[in-house]
């Protein structure tokens, strides 16, 4: 039976697990704005680097780490700022971390050169890798029944998704009418969102549930939920920011399409991730939690390995490649970090939910940095500035098939291993038995209330 209403209704609680989703909106509300930054920023400058690197003057190089520093950033210091959470409150680390996020999206305005926006991307990354792992974090711990924690997680995931999805549609658009610099600014107000909403719906740190303990433990690392969930969220986060980033290059450079052009090329993923929202718990229950997060990452490797197979003859394979990857990471986000969170004790959950990220993150830059390491290797000078050339282009489009492929069999064996460690798990917790349909399905009169 549902507690009755009362004034701190909306709000995290120091104790009590709510029975609904509804019961804790507010603080779900600002978790889901820290996701949506984190992936919005992840996505929204793409479709705009070549025009940053024409205003800008940036080289081939420079242009690769104006996608990457943020990604470097965020996952070299999740960890870290995951345990400072665990020790000092996830709470206190989260606000501060939106206040660093408002500061650095205002300094755009200042930037002139290529290595100004570097630092302004780094600065982001930090106040990334201080929130992130916290929200989390605490909708994982705000609920006791592991169906509500999914459906959670899947709440915050869809914000992150609804970002990453729409960020290069939104940031083509916005392009054919403003700066570049209004796309990095749209992350002051949704800071604003996720301060308060953390202020007002999450109540402060327990000094008993803090931890003073080492950062990691590796000796969780080597239970099966957690490595195998780290190793499918790495084999995604690297294909997905590898096909981000690739696509861009081939849009625009190879075949010349304008922002808005690119943006709409985007949209068949926007549409697969807004609308594969209500399959994921229903195909949860039905293979399990594991191998779940072993096809969904097969899915967005598959998608990377089109596209570096397939790409040059058309936009239909970009497409393809486009799809499968939606359909992947619709899934492998929320499957992975549960079965992580679930194989850890419950005060390591913000090192925990660190580790999820950092693994997506790090692997995703290093995808960045290695595809903008081909590219620079195959194709002399810049490739936004210098001339193209019918042999340019056609060295151009070489690199972007070596990239691709590449970038697929590296996330190919990351996903083989997940599978490998996904056995080794207790069936118990759900890797290779279904779980329960009323642990994972919504009715409409709970999903009206989210």
Known sequence: MSPSPSPTRGRLPAGDAPPRLSDSWIALAGLSAVFLFEMLDTSVLNVALPTIGRELGSSTTGLQWVS??????????????????DRVGRRRIMLAGLALLAVASLATVAVTTTEQLIAVRVLTGIAAAMTT???MALAFRLFDDEGLRVRALTVISTAGLVGLAVGPTVGGFVLAVAPWQVLLLADVPIAALAFIGILVGVARDDAAGLRRGPVVDLHLLARPLVSSGLAFKAASGLAVAGLSYLVTLQLQFAWGWPPALAAVGTLPQVVVLLAGGRLVGPFVQRVGLSRAAGVSAAAVVSGLAVFGALSRQGYVWVLVALVLVAVGMRVVGVVAGVSVLTGLPADRTSVGAALVDTSSELAGGAAVAAAGTIVAAFVTGSITTAPWTASRLAS???????????????AAVLVAIGMVRA???????GTTAPTPSSALTPTAQESSRV
Do not use: H, K, Q, W
């Open 423 to 429: 056995r080794a798990a207790d069936p118990a917790l």
């Open 68 to 85: 990457g520093a943020y990604a470097v950033a965020f996952g070299g210091l999740m960890l870290l700022f995951g345990a400072v959470a």
């Open 133 to 135: 792992p916290g929200s």
């Open 396 to 410: 151009f489009e070489n690199a972007l098939t070596v990239a691709g492929l590449g970038l697929a069999a590296v």
